[in-house]
C-alpha cells in the first residue's frame, strides 16, 4: 500500500534501524537515528507553530539536517517550499509572496515587517530535534492527497513557476526510480545536485521509499570528495549526475571513472550528448547508464538503458508504471506519432502535479484533466519507446527548415577540443534565420572554424550546419547545468 514519503522513513527505522539512511563527506545517520530525529524536529516546528497545510519557506543544503528538516516538514502537515541555499533575502520573501508561505524558516535575522509570517530560526537542528524528543506523539502522517512540496522551475522557458505536488506524487516518482534504475536494498546513490531542484530532491524521497542510502554531495567543484564517495564501502555504488557533471567529469579527470564499480548512472535535467553517452558506455561497459526524463511538472516519466539498449539516439525510453505518455497536436489532440509526424508529449499518471501555486492560469495552459502538457517535440515508435527531437519554443526556423540546436550542439560537442558550446539563432535577410554557434574550447586551444564546420558537414544535413562561428569563454548555464537558452535572446 502506498504512503507518504515520512511514513516509509519510520517503516526502516523499524525493520533495518542500523542502516546508513544518510551520508556525507562529514557525517552519517542511520535509519532509526534519523527517525528519532525526525519526531523531535517536527515536535519543535508544532511547538514554534506550524499548523496542518501551512506552507513553509526553507533553504535547502546537502546536509543530514536538511533531511531531517524536509521530513519534519512533512510530518507536520506542512508543505516545503525549498529554494536554492545562496538565495538573497529579497528573492526569498519574494517567492513567499508568490505561494503565501506562512512560515518562513531563516538562517539569520528576519525582517517580520516585509511579509507577515511565522519566522522559525534554523538554528541547532538537530539540537532542537534531542531537545523536543520527550514531547514527540507517536507520528501522525499526511494524507496521499495533501500537498508535500512546492518545487520551483529553473525559468529555462519563461518565469519561474511553483509547482504543487502531492505526497502521492512523491511516492509514484520514487516508485518509477526504483522500478526503471533498478534500485536495490543496498543501493547507495551519491547526488551531488542542489536539493532545492527536482532532480535531486526526488533522490533523497526515492531512497527512503526504497530504505536505501543516499550521499549527498555539495556540487561537482570538490572531484576529490565525489571520487572518494565511489569509494565508500557502504552497498552498492550508483550515481545521479547531470549532463554538465558528466561533462566536467571528462574534462578534468578524463578517463578516471573507469576505475569504479557503479552499479548505475542516472542523468537527468537535460539531454546528454550522444558523444557523451559513447564515451560512458566505453569506459563503464557493465555499468546501467540511464537518462531519466520528465520536468517539475510530470516526474520521471521514461527512463531508458543507453549502455544496454544502443543505437536510439534521442530516445528517452518507455514510460514508467506511474505514467502514460501521450503525442498531441497543437490542439492537444492525440496523434499517430513517427518519425516524419511529430507532436508534443503529454503525460497521464499520479506522478503529475496538482498545479502552479496561486495560479489558475498557467496550470490551465498546461495540466488538463490530469494530463500534463508539454513542449517537449517527439514520437512514439512501435516499439513503444519514446523520443525527443527538442522544445518547440527552441526549434530554429532557418528558411522554413526546422532545426533543434540539442541536436547541433550533441554533434560539435563530439569534435576534438570542444568543452561546452550552445546553438542560437541570428536574423538573416534571406532565411529569416540562420545558425550561430558559440564554442568554448578547452584550455590552450583555439577553435579551427574550418575543421568544425567540415566535421559538422560530415554528421549533419547540410541546414542544419551552423553558417556563423563564434569562440566564447563560457556560455550561460542555469545553476542546475541546463543551457540558458533565455540569456541569449534578442532584447526587447
Same mark, same amino acid.
Given at each position: 500500500?502506498?504512503?507518504? &514519503?515520512?511514513?516509509?522513513?519510520?517503516?526502516?527505522?523499524?525493520?533495518?534501524?542500523?542502516?546508513?539512511?544518510?551520508?556525507?563527506?562529514?557525517?552519517?545517520?542511520?535509519?532509526?537515528?534519523?527517525?528519532?530525529?525526525?519526531?523531535?524536529?517536527?515536535?519543535? #516546528?508544532?511547538?514554534?507553530?506550524?499548523?496542518?497545510?501551512?506552507?513553509?519557506?526553507?533553504?535547502?543544503?546537502?546536509?543530514?539536517?536538511?533531511?531531517?528538516?524536509? #521530513?519534519?516538514?512533512?510530518?507536520?502537515?506542512? &508543505?516545503?517550499?525549498? @529554494?536554492?541555499?545562496?538565495?538573497?533575502?529579497?528573492? +526569498?520573501?519574494?517567492?513567499? %509572496?508568490?505561494?503565501?508561505?506562512?512560515?518562513?524558516?531563516?538562517?539569520? !535575522?528576519?525582517?517580520?515587517?516585509?511579509?507577515?509570517?511565522?519566522?522559525?530560526?534554523?538554528?541547532?537542528?538537530?539540537?532542537?530535534?534531542?531537545?523536543?524528543?520527550?514531547? !514527540?506523539?507517536?507520528?501522525?502522517?499526511?494524507?496521499?492527497?495533501?500537498? !508535500?512540496?512546492?518545487l520551483f522551475t529553473t525559468g529555462t522557458t519563461g518565469a519561474s513557476k511553483g509547482v504543487e505536488l502531492s505526497h502521492n506524487a512523491l511516492t509514484a516518482t520514487a516508485e518509477n526510480l526504483i522500478f526503471g534504475c533498478g534500485y536495490r536494498p543496498?543501493?547507495?546513490?551519491?547526488?551531488?545536485?542542489?536539493?532545492?531542484?527536482?532532480?535531486?530532491?526526488?533522490? @533523497?524521497?526515492?531512497?527512503?521509499?526504497?530504505?536505501?542510502?543516499?550521499?549527498?554531495?555539495?556540487? +561537482?567543484?570538490? @572531484?576529490?570528495?565525489?571520487?572518494?564517495?565511489?569509494?565508500?564501502?557502504?552497498?552498492?555504488?550508483? $550515481?545521479?549526475?547531470?549532463?554538465?557533471?558528466?561533462?566536467? =567529469?571528462?574534462?578534468?579527470?578524463?578517463?578516471?571513472?573507469?576505475?569504479?564499480?557503479?552499479?548505475?548512472?542516472?542523468?537527468?535535467?537535460?539531454?546528454?550528448?550522444?558523444?557523451?553517452?559513447?564515451?560512458?558506455?566505453? #569506459?563503464?561497459?557493465?555499468?546501467?547508464?540511464?537518462?531519466?526524463?520528465?520536468?517539475?511538472?510530470?516526474?520521471?516519466?521514461? =527512463?531508458?538503458?543507453?549502455?544496454?539498449?544502443?543505437?536510439?539516439?534521442? $530516445?528517452?525510453?518507455?514510460?514508467?508504471?506511474?505514467? %502514460?505518455? @501521450?503525442?498531441?497536436?497543437?490542439?492537444?489532440?492525440?496523434?499517430?506519432?513517427?518519425?516524419?509526424?511529430?507532436?508534443?508529449?503529454?503525460?497521464?499518471?499520479?506522478?503529475? +502535479?496538482?498545479?502552479?501555486?496561486?495560479?489558475?492560469?498557467?496550470?490551465?495552459?498546461?495540466?488538463?484533466?490530469?494530463?500534463?502538457?508539454?513542449?517537449?517535440?517527439?514520437? =512514439?515508435?512501435?516499439?513503444?519507446?519514446?523520443?525527443?527531437?527538442?522544445?518547440?519554443?527552441?526549434?530554429?526556423?532557418?528558411?522554413?527548415?526546422?532545426?533543434?540546436?540539442?541536436?547541433v550542439e550533441s554533434a560539435v560537442l563530439g569534435f576534438e577540443g570542444v568543452a561546452d558550446c550552445i546553438c542560437i539563432p541570428v536574423k538573416d535577410p534571406i532565411s529569416g534565420q540562420a545558425l550561430q554557434l558559440l564554442v568554448v574550447m578547452e584550455?590552450?586551444?583555439?577553435?579551427?572554424?574550418?575543421?568544425?564546420?567540415?566535421? #559538422?558537414?560530415?554528421?549533419?544535413?547540410?541546414?542544419?550546419?551552423?553558417?556563423?562561428?563564434?569562440?566564447?569563454?563560457?556560455?550561460?548555464?542555469?545553476?542546475?547545468?541546463?543551457?540558458?537558452?533565455?540569456?541569449?535572446?534578442?532584447?526587447?
Amino acid at each position: 500500500m502506498r504512503k507518504p &514519503v515520512v511514513a516509509y522513513v519510520f517503516d526502516h527505522a523499524a525493520r533495518t534501524p542500523d542502516k546508513w539512511a544518510v551520508l556525507t563527506p562529514s557525517d552519517r545517520i542511520t535509519y532509526a537515528q534519523l527517525a528519532a530525529e525526525v519526531r523531535g524536529y517536527s515536535a519543535f #516546528l508544532r511547538a514554534s507553530g506550524v499548523k496542518k497545510g501551512d506552507v513553509v519557506v526553507v533553504r535547502a543544503a546537502q546536509t543530514i539536517e536538511y533531511a531531517v528538516i524536509y #521530513l519534519a516538514i512533512h510530518l507536520s502537515g506542512g &508543505v516545503v517550499t525549498s @529554494l536554492e541555499h545562496t538565495i538573497s533575502d529579497e528573492a +526569498m520573501l519574494q517567492i513567499a %509572496r508568490q505561494v503565501s508561505a506562512g512560515v518562513i524558516l531563516y538562517d539569520h !535575522a528576519p525582517r517580520p515587517n516585509e511579509y507577515p509570517a511565522l519566522y522559525i530560526p534554523r538554528a541547532d537542528v538537530r539540537l532542537r530535534a534531542a531537545q523536543y524528543a520527550a514531547q !514527540a506523539e507517536a507520528p501522525a502522517f499526511p494524507g496521499l492527497a495533501d500537498s !508535500a512540496d512546492i518545487l520551483f522551475t529553473t525559468g529555462t522557458t519563461g518565469a519561474s513557476k511553483g509547482v504543487e505536488l502531492s505526497h502521492n506524487a512523491l511516492t509514484a516518482t520514487a516508485e518509477n526510480l526504483i522500478f526503471g534504475c533498478g534500485y536495490r536494498p543496498d543501493t547507495m546513490i551519491i547526488v551531488p545536485g542542489p536539493l532545492n531542484h527536482a532532480n535531486a530532491i526526488r533522490k @533523497l524521497f526515492t531512497t527512503f521509499v526504497n530504505g536505501s542510502t543516499i550521499y549527498l554531495l555539495n556540487g +561537482m567543484t570538490n @572531484l576529490k570528495a565525489f571520487f572518494a564517495a565511489l569509494e565508500t564501502p557502504e552497498g552498492t555504488v550508483a $550515481c545521479c549526475l547531470p549532463p554538465a557533471a558528466i561533462r566536467t =567529469i571528462f574534462a578534468l579527470t578524463h578517463d578516471r571513472i573507469a576505475r569504479y564499480r557503479i552499479d548505475f548512472i542516472e542523468s537527468a535535467t537535460s539531454p546528454l550528448p550522444e558523444t557523451d553517452k559513447q564515451r560512458l558506455c566505453e #569506459l563503464l561497459p557493465d555499468t546501467r547508464l540511464y537518462n531519466n526524463y520528465g520536468s517539475s511538472e510530470a516526474a520521471s516519466v521514461c =527512463i531508458y538503458d543507453y549502455n544496454h539498449t544502443p543505437g536510439k539516439a534521442g $530516445c528517452v525510453g518507455r514510460p514508467m508504471p506511474n505514467a %502514460r505518455i @501521450l503525442i498531441v497536436d497543437d490542439d492537444h489532440r492525440v496523434i499517430d506519432s513517427s518519425p516524419d509526424r511529430m507532436g508534443l508529449i503529454a503525460c497521464q499518471g499520479d506522478v503529475n +502535479m496538482k498545479g502552479y501555486v496561486n495560479d489558475p492560469a498557467q496550470t490551465a495552459e498546461v495540466l488538463q484533466n490530469g494530463v500534463v502538457y508539454t513542449s517537449d517535440v517527439g514520437f =512514439i515508435d512501435s516499439e513503444g519507446y519514446v523520443y525527443v527531437s527538442g522544445r518547440k519554443g527552441d526549434v530554429i526556423n532557418v528558411g522554413g527548415l526546422k532545426v533543434a540546436p540539442t541536436e547541433v550542439e550533441s554533434a560539435v560537442l563530439g569534435f576534438e577540443g570542444v568543452a561546452d558550446c550552445i546553438c542560437i539563432p541570428v536574423k538573416d535577410p534571406i532565411s529569416g534565420q540562420a545558425l550561430q554557434l558559440l564554442v568554448v574550447m578547452e584550455d590552450g586551444r583555439t577553435l579551427d572554424e574550418k575543421a568544425l564546420r567540415a566535421y #559538422l558537414s560530415r554528421t549533419l544535413e547540410i541546414h542544419k550546419v551552423p553558417r556563423f562561428y563564434r569562440q566564447v569563454d563560457h556560455v550561460e548555464r542555469t545553476y542546475n547545468g541546463k543551457l540558458n537558452r533565455k540569456a541569449y535572446l534578442p532584447s526587447t
